[in-house]
């Protein structure tokens, strides 16, 4: 496993505005917890940060802390316990670290991949389905892997995976449930399309003409008329 050396310094004020003026310098914060001690509170340059991390090694990085103003005037073997990023831009704003000791085992998430390409899906036009990308580890922090592989060349629509196939390093001890399936092949999914009736034929509304004013009153006058001539009619009658 990589190491990597990082400097840092004490962090004495713990305010949000100390904090905000030295994010401005391209300074972080961070903590940095050892069991059964006091945590220590420190800055990092965010670049030194982000350099650490592009090892091969990523997030499982064994890091060789020296810390200006620290008392054991000593470096500190750490493993990043967490970091946080900024929601928008995706920086780093802040480092947990914990501090271990090289010859004690400890517990870490590796990163589980595939090798090859199923038979199922090259042949019979399956699909693979990753249901678990992270493994839970215990072992030397030297000895952590960077990456647990599984050989899927074999596998045909149906066919799964489970923990208990990874074949892992020599001091890696796996911590998961080993009946849990980490890999499938599956049938490929069937949409069926239906069929839509053609539109029905739109009916448009009778549109009824208003009539003007003008025209309503010649029509009763009309009418009046014409009953009025009915009657004298009758009277000769």
Same mark, same amino acid.
Not at 201 to 210: D, H, M, N, R
């Given at each position: 496993?990589?190491?990597?050396? %990082?400097?840092?310094?004490?962090?004495?004020?713990?305010?949000?505005?100390?904090?905000?003026?030295?994010?401005?310098?391209?300074?972080?914060?961070?903590?940095?917890?050892?069991?059964?001690?006091?945590?220590?509170?420190?800055?990092? #340059? +965010?670049?030194?940060?982000?350099?650490?991390?592009?090892?091969?090694?990523?997030?499982?990085?064994?890091?060789?802390?020296?810390? #200006?103003?620290?008392?054991?005037?000593?470096?500190?073997?750490?493993?990043?316990?967490?970091?946080?990023?900024?929601?928008?831009?995706?920086?780093?704003?802040? !480092?947990?670290?914990?501090?271990?000791? %090289?010859?004690?085992?400890?517990?870490?998430?590796?990163?589980?991949?595939?090798?090859?390409?199923?038979?199922?899906?090259?042949?019979?036009?399956?699909?693979?389905?990753?249901?678990?990308?992270?493994?839970?580890?215990?072992?030397?922090?030297? *000895?952590?892997?960077?990456?647990?592989?599984? #050989?899927?060349?074999? %596998?045909?629509?149906?066919?799964? %995976?489970?923990?208990?196939?990874?074949?892992?390093?020599?001091?890696?001890?796996?911590?998961? #449930?080993?009946?849990?399936?980490?890999?499938?092949?599956?049938?490929? !999914?069937?949409?069926?399309?239906?069929?839509?009736?053609?539109?029905?034929? +739109?009916?448009?509304?009778?549109?009824?003409?208003?009539?003007?004013?003008?025209?309503?009153?010649? *029509?009763?006058?009309?009418?009046?008329?014409?009953?009025?001539?009915?009657?004298?009619?009758?009277?000769?009658?």
């Amino acid at each position: 496993m990589e190491q990597v050396k %990082l400097a840092g310094k004490v962090r004495k004020e713990t305010g949000k505005a100390e904090i905000g003026r030295q994010r401005l310098k391209g300074i972080i914060p961070a903590i940095v917890y050892r069991k059964g001690e006091k945590s220590m509170p420190l800055f990092l #340059d +965010i670049k030194a940060m982000d350099k650490a991390l592009h090892t091969s090694a990523g997030e499982n990085v064994i890091i060789n802390l020296k810390i #200006d103003g620290d008392e054991k005037k000593k470096d500190r073997t750490c493993i990043i316990k967490e970091i946080q990023h900024n929601p928008l831009s995706g920086g780093i704003i802040h !480092v947990d670290f914990n501090e271990i000791s %090289l010859t004690e085992t400890i517990k870490v998430d590796v990163p589980l991949a595939t090798k090859g390409e199923p038979v199922g899906v090259k042949q019979d036009g399956g699909v693979l389905e990753h249901l678990l990308w992270e493994i839970q580890v215990e072992c030397l922090p030297t *000895e952590i892997p960077q990456k647990l592989e599984v #050989d899927v060349a074999n %596998l045909k629509i149906g066919d799964a %995976l489970f923990i208990k196939d990874i074949i892992t390093p020599k001091g890696v001890k796996i911590l998961n #449930d080993p009946e849990v399936r980490i890999i499938a092949v599956e049938k490929p !999914v069937e949409i069926k399309v239906e069929e839509v009736a053609p539109e029905a034929a +739109i009916t448009e509304p009778e549109v009824t003409k208003q009539k003007k004013p003008e025209e309503i009153a010649a *029509e009763e006058a009309e009418a009046k008329g014409e009953k009025g001539k009915e009657k004298e009619k009758e009277k000769k009658e």
